[in-house]
């Protein structure tokens, strides 16, 4: 079985068991979406969005998406993408990119299967363009006591997408508060859900406020805060103001759109004082009067005028009124709120299966608010008409089964649901199963045709013979079989057929459910014959289609012919091939008549058959008057006539679609048969309409129209009558009239009392408004009564009108039910109140409730007077009291009713003094205050003045305020200066008036860190790395204390790391600037650059960001894409691109190309240059077929950059020049040898010479060609004639010049002459040449050489060869001279003379010493003058004393020349060589001489220590440096009585002042000092006292308390006597040691030996090594730490059994010294060497010390330097120096105690391949090259140890080049390794900045001295620099480790750099980039440590 038919089977199987489908059932269904989009989809073009659409089906369905207009959607590369899985990708664009037609469309996504096809709603998709924009907040104007609205400002292009997150507040004190919306209704301040801030009750102190709204973007949730800061400016009532609404604000809206669920607000701003009322009203339909007020409940508030909405709903929609009323008028606004519920739809039933024939329907239930629409589609096709929620298909046919949807719509969003029609299952359309084939037969046979179909209901089968049914016949018989329930068989059996049998037979299959049928000839061999055809009629201007009805076979061709003619005649008709006639557009005149149709056959028979066609026309009307105009009771009469058309023709007449007949009002009269009449004469307006005649005929209908106006004049419908309406009600009036046309309806009012005078009523949308007639006043008020008049008019006839009287019934009202009013005491008051109503209208008052009698008090007065609205009554009081505090009421009556108001009256005075004023906090702009509240003279007090004023200020001039609201008694004063003397006071006021100031409080503010920044900051260019950064001090204003010093900061300009600090002293000349140059920064880089200035409490703000670039430099990268190309023999074209921007170190002016023929390159003279500032050049006028070399540079203002590789181009060829010299030579009677030299300027390869020879005689010239290798030629067969010769030489390019003539005559006699020419010949050294030397002459003559004038004595170097030349073998210096050859015979001599040349390797340029400083050395170079080749450069060879040799080369011509860079104090050896084409000569004698500068000095102890009671200071500027700089320092010191020293620092930089701290008062100390630079370093050791705590000196120690104790004990004879005796045998000991030693000693005496004792150990408290250092100062010593910056601490050693450490004294012997090892065991290292070392000795030390790779120790070079003065040496201790354990100098092995320990990263180590030699049994051949560690290469070398006398075992170990140990005392058992073991490279530290002071007792393990701690930071010391994203990750501390940050790239440059640490250009130096990438690889790395660091105090020294 077919694998998917099977498939299909399981499927239908499952399908079944799970639905019961049976296998009749239908198991398809048509798509219904699964996923279906949103209405809307908006995006940012920067995310890009994805639309999924999905449906379901059987089969599954399709998804496409197609456009609002049905087209497909394609996809749009990078912009749109269909996926196949049914999604719309829009992927993120740029915004140029955007495209209308594809981010603005309307798209729909549609899913089709065989069951029908279901589309989408709308989505509109947009896409939104990112674009910047702001927010702002504008002032907002309001009165006081008014609610204020500030709005959130916004583009309109983005308004849709913002939203207001929240607003924020602020005031002059920095306060802050942000709202949120929020349900909080009773709050002054509310969000409304629009997103406007709502404040009400508005008072002076919100005027003091800012306020900022922040916006999120809903799409790319973005926030905003607005970029300008809104505030509200309250005005004071000045008068009384009625209600203004802020109508033509964006403030008020008018039609408000919310969403189902959402909150709202309605606003209604008005301003006005008094405060108006605010009342909300609804209209509701069928209310009486119109409206109803709003009821406020917990979902709907009212906030002073503004109405919210919470969760609002659908019956929330209507229309509002907002009326605001106050004293003075009243204004009304309304708004339309629409509440949009979301739309949806669902149709009953979703599926539905119908019979055929039967009726079906489908109901739409749509929901949501509003529905605008509703409408019904058909498989994704709109059906037209069908909006109506109820779908109904009367009969059910084939065609209306599949897929509808209900679609329903508003403005903004659309909304579907689908449904499924299915036929009945037992109805199937007829299904033909099986037909019958087209054939051609003979005659005679019976025929039969078989049809059946299949179908539900069972079909009927009919049978046609060329479009004629067939019956049954006694020939044809039709016979229908019905095999099972739903097939039919049909047979039409044709007995004996005949050849007009044949024919077009057709099978049709039809029930009431469709049709189904099928067609085939059945030809019958025979004549043509053509079937009778009936009469054929046809309507004028259809198509007409004739079958021509032929038998017959075969048959050749089918015509048609009329009247004789073949058709076609016309464009009109078309034969097809199976003799079918067409004719479009049938026209009687043309088409009616007989058509015959002729069928041929080959043998020339035929046949025709006519038929008779008859064209009828439909009748054609005149057309009436379109529209006719008549008035009431008018005579109308229509006529319809017909101008062509078939008879009989029949009239009807319709009225607006509705049959007509005669009756008595209208009478039809039909005149002849083509006229019809209609005749109306009594028109009414009922009449009125559109009238058709119809007019209709057996070809079809036609008709015409005409429309019917009768003008009727208005008549009354509604006639106004007189009204009467209550006050503040609605009024309504109708007025409605009829006509024709419709009449105008319109009001008008009369201008006075009475009647007459009318003028139009204004309208608006708010109060007074007519709609259809009706005139509506709302809240209707005594002005609006008067007489009004109703006019209809339509222009027929006078029109209408109706006056009426409107009146207005009030009873007295008081529009303020209440108020107060004050008033102060001892002024008259008076009280007003204003009764408004019906008069008359009674008056009377009461005082708290209490009849007020006048009389009772002369001090009352009262008056009344009469107005137009009311009465007015006055209430005066004389001189008010206290007493007349108190509620009165004003009572109205009139006969409709009374009314009252209260007036609440408040006498009022000044407040008391205020009281208590103090001090609550202050700090240095800031001071709270607090006082008692005073008494506030019966009126709150409106605020506080805090006044305040310097203390050297004035009261009256001088004076500060700061308003206080009056409910406060706690306030701050702001913006005060810090550390100033101000004056305060306080003064209380209310609306009386202010009251005596209070006591004046003094207050002293606080310091703060400056508050601006410095000013005039300039930074100006020095050079290429340095930038002078100029500033002055900030404003004075802005010290907030004294100016301590700045902060430098600097920065790569594009660089987005912090800025690096440098540190400057304050100046305090305030007439200079202060200035800072920042060096070793990249040259022509923009730096950016800023400074700010720092007190003692810290920093202030930094400057401007200034922008510098350094000074250009060169480019260090040629130009790129150099190429070059020959033009012509004398020109070549070179082009080029720039150097990298990154490389060019500049502004690049131009380039110059440099160029030369390639053999004189190397001689600059030859060189020549083009400038240029092009990218491409010409270079005329070279030397042609020339080798050139050409190079080129870039320049900039800093000089020639780098050189390119030279390019190599020749120059095209060109004709030569002539030969140089032309010889004639007689060789016979009859022939003359011509010789001649080649051109000096050949232009070319030169391809042959021309010999030309002339007759003197004769004009004829002979030419000969000679090949280019031959430079003779013999002429022969001459005559005794003269003859002319000359020669031409060619190249590819042509012949050249000729040259000189010469001329001879053939004579029997032929002298000896030589053809050679004199020459110059140049040779190289050790090369060989012949000189050439050919004579001619008859006899053969004799032929000589002389060599230098001597006779030619042959050798085996000089050899005469058999053509005369002289061949010389190995050229040396002495062959160069003169050689001569002469040749004689008898008839004559010759002599020809050769200089030779020898280019030789140059000798030694003679090199002398010219001058020197500290970093150079100065020479004076003089070449040999015997020298023959030309020298092109020389090349200076140096080196240091014990370093590597470097070179550098010069040019030819400098011949004086400065070596940069050297390092100070050091000795150097120097030497020179030359060079030219043949090579480099020897080197000159080695010159030894060194740079100047020495060792530091140190200074006499006075002017360097400046002790104190616990700290000395250190005056480190007291050190002479010896003219080298100095690099370090090490500080050490110890108790006088101890023999432990204590490490401080060991790489304090110079500069400045330094304390070491945490001594014991009135203490003696012994203090060494190491002072370092590059030659040497000096030893300085002192002892001094600390002063006692009351700062007095102590006495020097006295010994003369110890002297009876020592006596004792010298007494003790049983105690000298063994110590004398161990002491002598001890130096016993030492002496025999030190013969045997010396005796074993090879070396000079100058050497020293190195020893080391191991009992010069630094041990701390409880023999723990100390590991606590000092603070290392910044580059400022006197300043604080630099922010951003880390400055070095001693890597720290964790404490564990290591028991002490030595350091190995570098000025012994130049060898390794090595001590015996203790007994143990031989170890095998990894290299197969042998260290001897103890069992047991690597057990548990893994954790004991902290394996450092980088220990940071500085100057080692000049330890090791042998020719620093003994002197120096002298004082030096073998504990002066730091050593770091490092496993690395043992490979990993144990070091016995004996052993000299190894140094690992020292500054001075030994060369490479530089080996030491150690062997007592061998000189050293030279002391070890001692090199800057960074540039020492890893590989090994071997030391050869040799043990001493105190072991006999020799030891042999590998020892890195850069790498030393430690060595340990007895009780140390390993070398501890490192992180950097074994890398070969010392990296140096960098310095890091020093982590905050710890505070004391954090660590029990912490010492107690040496060290500060936080609480030691007092007010007079420096603060803290500002915090560098660099610091420590955790405490110093801190034993678990800490992470060093990184340090300035300045300081590291200056530290590899100063000094020579690193040679430029040597061999194995490393670049500045690759050693900062070794520092910050070991910054990297955890450092562990426990250690403090010492904090400077700067105020303190």
Known sequence: MDVHKWIKLVIFGILSCKFGITSGDDITSGPVFLTEPRNRIDFSNTTGTVIECAATGNPQPEIIWVLQDGTKVSDVPGLRQVQSSGSLVFPPFRAEDYRQEVHAQTYRCKGTNAVGTIVSRDVQVRAVVSQDYDVDVNKEYVIRGNSAIVKCLYPSFVAEFLVVDSWISETETEFREVYLASTNHDSKYLVLPSGELHIRDVTPEDGFKTFRCRTKHRLTGETKLSATAGRLVITEPVSKTAPKLQIGSNIANFVVKVVLGNSTDLMCPSQAFPVPAVRWYKFIDGQVGGKLPVKLDDRVKQVSGTLIIRDAKVGDSGKYLCVVNNSVGGESVETILTVTAPLSASVEPASQTAEYGRPAVFTCNPEGNPIKSLSWYKDGKA?????????????????????????????????????????????????????????????????????????????????????????????????????????????????????????????????????????????????????????????????????????????????????????????????????????????????????????????????????????????????????????????????????????????????????????????????????????????????AGKYTCRVNNSAGVSEVEAEVRVKVPPRWIIEPTDKAFAQGSEAKIECK?????????????????????????????????????????????????????????????????????????????????????????????????EAKGEKPIGILWNMNNKRLEPKSDNRYTIREEILQSGVMSDLSIRKLDRSDSALYTCVATNAFGSDDTSINLIVQEVPETPSGLKVLDKSGRVVQLQWTAPYDGNAPITRYLIEYKLIKGDWNNDIERVLVPGSATVAGVYNLRPSTNYHFRLIAENEVGASEPSSTVTIVTAEEVPSGPPRGVKVEALDQSTLKVMWKPPSREHWNGDILGYYVGYKLGSSDKPFLFETVEFNRDHSKEHSLQINNLKTYTEYSVVVQAFNKVGAGPMSEEVIQFTGEGTPDQPPQDFTCATLTSTTIGVSWSSPPLANA???????????????????????????????????????????????????????????????????????????????????????????????????????????????????????????????????????????????????????????????????????????????????????????????????????????????????????????????????????????????????????????????APPSPPAVSLTSSTTSSISIKLKPKKEETAPIYSYIVHYKPEFGEWEQIQIANSQLEYTVEGLQCGQKYQLYASAQNTIGTGEGSEIIHTRTKGSGPTKPEASKFLEPSSNSVTLHLGTFSDGGCPMLYFVVEYKIRSSSDWTLVTNSLKPGGNFVVLDLAPGSWYNLKVTAHNNAGFAVAEYEFATLTVTGATIAPASDSANNEEILKLLMNLNLIVPICAAILVIIAAIVVIIVLKRSNNHYPKDDMVYSQSVNHSTLGKQNQLRDELGYIPPPNRKLPPVPGNNYNTVDRIKRGTLRSHATWNPRQKHMYEELALEKGTLRTLPD???????????????????????????????????????????????????????????????????????????????????????????????????????????????????????????????????????????????????????????ILPPYPEPPAPPTRGISQQQPTNNYVNSSMYSSNQFPPPPPSTADLSTSSNNDSGITEGSEPDNDRDQLINRGGLMKPGSRDALTTEEMRKLIEKNEASNHVGNGLTAMYDTVNV
């Open 737 to 833: 009239a009829d006509g024709f046309p419709k009449p105008t309806l319109s009001w008008k009012r009369a201008t006075g009392s009475t009647p007459g005078d009318y003028r139009d009523i204004k309208t608006n949308s708010g109060t007074v408004r007519v709609e259809d007639g009706t005139l509506t006043m709302s809240n209707i008020q005594k002005s609006s009564e008067g007489y009004y008049l109703c006019e209809a008019s339509n222009g027929i006839g006078a029109g209408l009108s109706a006056v009426i009287y409107v009146s207005v019934q009030a009873p007295p009202h008081f529009e303020i039910k209440f108020r107060n009013q004050t008033a102060r005491r001892n002024e008259p008051v008076v009280l007003q109140c």
């Open 1728 to 1882: 197969g060497s042998h260290l001897y070392a103890r069992a047991g000795d690597f057990a548990g030390m893994e954790d004991e010390i902290a394996p450092y790779a980088t220990f940071h120790l500085l100057g080692f070079r000049e330890e090791m330097d042998p020719g620093l003065p003994s002197g120096q040496m002298q004082g030096m201790n073998p504990q002066q120096f730091q050593t770091m354990p490092h496993s690395s100098g043992m490979n990993g092995g144990q070091m016995d105690s004996n052993f000299i320990h190894q140094r690992n990263a020292s500054q001075s180590m030994p060369r490479q391949q530089a080996h030491l030699a150690v062997a007592p049994q061998r000189p050293a051949d030279f002391g070890p090259q001692y090199d800057d560690p960074a540039n020492c290469e890893d590989p090994g070398y071997q030391y050869a140890q040799t043990q001493s006398q105190y072991g006999g075992q020799s030891v042999t170990y590998d020892q890195p080049s850069d790498a030393y140990g430690t060595r340990s005392n007895p009780s140390m058992r390993r070398s501890v390794g490192g992180p950097a073991a074994g890398t070969g490279r010392m």
């Open 383 to 687: 059906l037209p008409g069908a909006n109506e929620s109820v779908l109904k298909i009367e009969s059910v046919k084939k065609d209306d089964k599949g897929m509808y949807q209900c679609f329903v719509r508003n403005d903004h969003e659309s909304a579907q649901f689908t449904a499924e029609l299915k036929l009945g299952g037992k109805f199937d359309p007829p299904q033909l199963l099986s037909t019958f084939p087209e054939r051609t037969i003979q005659p005679g046979p019976t025929v039969s045709l078989k049809c059946s179909a299949s179908g539900n209901p069972l079909p009927e089968i009919t049978w046609e013979i060329d479009g004629k049914r067939i019956t049954n016949t006694d020939r044809y018989q039709i016979n229908q079989l019905t095999p099972s329930a739903s097939e039919v068989v049909s047979f039409l059996n044709i007995s004996s057929i005949t050849t007009n049998d044949g024919g077009l037979y057709v099978c049709k299959a039809s029930s009431k459910v469709g049709v189904s049928e099928h067609s085939a000839r059945q030809n019958v061999y025979g004549m043509p014959f053509v079937k009778s055809m009936e009469k054929m009629s046809i309507v004028a201007g259809e198509t007409m289609y004739i079958n021509c009805p032929y038998a017959g076979h075969p048959i050749d061709s089918i015509s048609w012919e009329r009247g004789g003619r073949i058709l076609p005649i016309n464009k009109r008709q078309q034969i097809y091939p199976n003799g079918t006639l067409v004719v479009e557009g049938v026209q009687r005149n043309a088409d009616q008549g007989s058509y015959t149709c002729v069928v041929k056959s080959s043998p020339g028979y035929s046949a025709k058959g006519t038929v008779e066609v008859q064209v009828m026309e439909k009748p054609q009307l005149l057309p009436m008057t379109p529209s006719l105009d008549t008035s009431d009771g008018g005579f109308v009469q229509l006529t319809c006539i017909v101008v062509s058309g078939d008879l009989p023709i029949h009239f009807s007449w319709l009225l607006d679609g509705h049959s007509l007949t005669s009756s008595d009002s209208v009478s039809i009269v039909n005149v002849a048969q083509q006229t019809g009449l209609l005749i109306m004469r009594q028109v009414t307006l009922e009449q």
């Open 1145 to 1399: 170190n500049g502004v690049i002016k131009g380039y110059k190309v440099i160029y030369a023929p390639a053999k004189l390159w190397f001689d600059e003279a030859s060189k020549d240059t083009k400038i240029t500032s092009q990218s491409e050049t010409v270079l005329h006028g070279l030397k042609k077929y020339t080798n050139y070399s050409i190079t080129i540079l870039a320049y900039t203002g800093g000089g020639d950059g780098v050189k390119a590789t030279p390019m190599h181009c020749y120059t095209e060829q060109d004709v030569p020049d002539a030969p140089q010299s032309v010889k004639a030579l007689q060789m016979s009677p009859e022939s003359i040898l011509i010789s001649w030299l080649s051109p000096e300027y050949p232009n070319g390869i030169i391809t042959q010479y021309t010999v030309y020879v002339q007759e003197a005689e004769r004009e004829e010239i002979r030419s000969h060609r000679v090949p280019s290798f031959q430079l003779s030629f013999e002429a022969s067969g001459l005559k005794e004639d003269r003859y002319n010769f000359w020669v031409t030489a060619s190249t590819v390019i042509g012949e050249g010049e000729q040259s000189k003539q010469v001329s001879i005559s053939p004579s029997s006699r032929v002298p000896a002459k030589i053809a050679s020419f004199d020459d110059k010949f140049t040779v190289n050294f050790k090369d060989d040449i012949k000189l050439p030397c050919q004579a001619v002459g008859i006899p053969v003559p004799e032929l000589q050489w002389r060599i230098k004038g001597s006779a030619f004595v042959p050798s085996d170097r000089h050899r005469l060869l058999p053509d005369g030349s002289l061949l010389i073998r190995e050229v040396s210096r002495d062959d160069a001279g003169e050689y001569s050859c002469s040749v004689e015979n008898p008839y004559g001599q010759d002599t020809i003379s050769h200089i030779l040349t020898v280019h």
